[in-house]
């Protein structure tokens, strides 16, 4: 790996993710290191699970994910619904969610969303609650992922409380479940751009 | 050039704190959880949720994604500056003509004049460690004295065939019979470093082959403790034996690597408290190897022993400081865990290392179901309020993680 020529040029669509995603050269030459890194098998992409055991596959590897309550949403994240693999364009495209917000972006009517606008980062922690990408967070999805944050440590009793206030506060047109609308109302206040951005060191 | 060295030697090393993401540290995360609700924390009887809290645990998982602790130690470390050496360079493109030539002529110093002549006094240290371990087997009166002097020696000529540079610090320190030293792990070229100035006995699997037969002659001149491959899993078995070592006090210091693994020297993981249950002396040692003119780190998943001996006698040099640190005792109502972060963290205060919570086994074996506990345990809390926080700290981490390890595998000076 360290003696091996690596350049921007060796990725494919180099240039097209990075006009798409806002990364830069250094960057989307680092990411493609961890994808590599990822890929064990080196076959070009990633994979969900492993068929015998339905452990996660590639992702498995990394070690601090494993211990992430909502370690398995995030991996289902980047895989597109129905599909069990990914490629390095999509791994990037997913990543960008986390790119820091330029400020002084301007952009026309006829551009498109960018892919690190606080719109997409609150697409993405929506999607950790709704599992099954229906545009709703139900009852038992809330509790689904509070019991994967919280385990063991609060019983059935409190954790029906906690799920029953969220949703109370949240759900405007009460039809027992969260919308995505509803979900970017209850989190105005919230400093999106800075929570859920990564910054590169170089 | 060894005087240069020499010199550079006396600067302290910078702590290894390069990443390719910016990180928050773990320890300000519950601060963040308040932050992010944005009011003051009063205690309230009801656990409170918030929605946005779900950004804390996004955020942590892309970024593990992204770049982890883990993976990190267990790869070469990166270097600020070049040094010639193609295996440490990340990015390896053309910059000029003149760094391209320079490079080359680097190439043919190191493989045709350094090699060779270390290759040559390494074979040449092999013969003559061999024959004197004869003669000290057949006069078992000065068997005792002549086997220091002559591991010294043999030990001095395999540092001189690496060519190491090795800087001793706060020699006083230096274990004394009757005691565990204790060292961060990073090459099995340790062992040699730490012989080359004292008398230790080790502590390994035995082997088979040409490994099996060194073990078998190392034995005759001094006392080492090897074990069999089935004793190994037996804990009490290798406790006792560690233990009636070091009661008896003409035996010298057993050398004992905690970490169980090759780390790659930028941090210290998690010690394996099994050497810390003895109860004797512990003499904790930090090694830190100088970057710049070889990569010292055995990566075992990347290059066998050959490989990897050949890599060390073709790079510039191998350049290390050795501290030795006072000696450490357990205190009254600390147990083996704590004492082992205790002196842990005190290595890595002195080697300029990153102290890390990780159990090194994780470069083979996957997480515990404890550790996620824990984070769920730490979320808990921050939820219903200020209760018991006192030893929410990494100690609780360690004492989940039951060291009932896979020991098959363990390489040879590695142990519980």
């Given at each position: ?202 | ?69 883990v993976t990190k130690c267990f790869s070469a ?184 693994t090759c780390i790659n ?32 780190f055995?990566n075992s998943s ?58 090194g086994?994780l470069k ?53």
């Amino acid at each position: 790996m360290g003696s091996s020529n690596s350049s921007v040029n060796n990725i494919p669509n180099a240039q097209e993710l990075m006009q798409e995603t806002g990364f830069s050269a250094a960057h989307i030459l680092r990411l493609h290191e961890r994808f590599e890194f990822l890929d064990k098998h080196k076959c070009g992409q990633l994979r969900l699970v492993d068929r015998p055991t339905n452990q996660p596959q590639d992702f498995g590897a990394v070690q601090e994910l494993a211990l992430n309550p909502i370690g398995d949403s995030i991996i289902s994240a980047f895989f597109s619904p129905g599909q069990e693999t990914v490629d390095f364009a999509s791994f990037v495209r997913i990543l960008a969610h986390f790119r820091p917000t330029d400020r002084n972006q301007s952009r026309d009517g006829a551009q498109q969303e960018p892919a690190n606008s606080s719109i997409r980062k609150l697409k993405f922690a929506f999607q950790m609650y709704d599992q099954d990408r229906d545009g709703k967070i139900s009852r038992a999805e809330l509790l689904q992922v509070l019991r994967a944050m919280l385990g063991i440590q609060v019983t059935e009793e409190q954790l029906q409380s906690i799920a029953e206030r969220a949703i109370q506060e949240a759900d405007l047109d009460r039809d027992d479940a969260i919308s995505f609308d509803e979900f970017r109302k209850s989190l105005e206040k919230v400093d999106i751009d800075h929570k859920m951005s990564i910054r590169f060191l170089r | 050039m060894e005087m240069g060295a020499k010199e550079k030697n006396q600067q302290l090393y910078k702590p290894y704190s390069s990443g390719i993401i910016a990180k928050e540290p773990p320890s300000s995360w519950q601060q963040e959880i308040q932050d992010l609700r944005g009011s003051a924390s009063c205690l309230r009887s009801e656990p409170e949720f918030e929605m946005a809290d779900i950004f804390y645990f996004c955020r942590r998982g892309v970024e593990s994604i992204m770049d982890d602790e883990v993976t990190k130690c267990f790869s070469a470390q990166e270097l600020e500056s070049w040094n010639l050496l193609t295996r440490s360079n990340y990015n390896f493109r053309h910059i000029s003509l003149r760094l391209t030539v320079l490079w080359g002529l680097g190439v043919l110093i190191r493989y045709g004049v350094l090699l060779p002549l270390r290759s040559e006094q390494h074979t040449g240290r092999i013969c003559n460690r061999g024959s004197k371990i004869y003669h000290i087997w057949l006069t078992l009166k000065l068997k005792f004295f002549l086997s220091e002097k002559v591991h010294l020696m043999c030990y001095r000529i395999c540092v001189r065939a690496l060519t190491a540079i090795i800087t001793y610090h706060n020699r006083e320190n230096k274990p004394k019979n009757g005691g565990i030293c204790v060292a961060n792990h990073t090459t099995p070229i340790d062992v040699i470093i730490l012989a080359n100035d004292g008398c230790y006995s080790m502590v390994g699997q035995v082997h088979g082959g040409l490994m099996g037969m060194i073990q078998r002659a190392m034995v005759r001149s001094s006392p080492h403790i090897w074990f069999e491959r089935s004793e190994v899993k037996d804990r009490h078995l290798v406790a006792k034996r560690l233990g009636d070592h070091v009661a008896d006090k003409t035996k010298q210091p057993i050398l004992i690597f905690p970490e169980g693994t090759c780390i790659n020297n930028t941090s210290v993981m998690m010690f394996k408290k099994g050497s810390f249950e003895i109860g004797c002396t512990v003499y904790p040692v930090a090694i830190k190897y100088d970057p710049r003119f070889g990569d010292a780190f055995w990566n075992s998943s990347k290059f066998g022993m050959v490989n990897y001996l050949l890599r060390m006698m073709s790079s510039w040099a191998i350049v290390c400081s050795v501290w030795y640190l006072p000696p450490m005792n357990r205190e009254e109502g600390e147990d083996a865990v704590q004492f082992a972060n205790r002196v842990k963290a005190a290595i890595a205060a002195q080697g300029g290392l990153v102290d890390l919570i990780w159990d090194g086994g994780l470069k083979r074996a996957k997480v515990k179901d404890a550790f996620k506990e824990e984070q769920q345990k730490l979320y808990s809390k921050v939820l219903v309020g200020e209760q018991d926080q006192g030893d929410q700290s990494d100690n609780k981490l360690v004492e989940d993680e039951n060291p009932k390890e896979d020991k098959s595998h363990q390489d040879s000076t590695e142990v519980q």
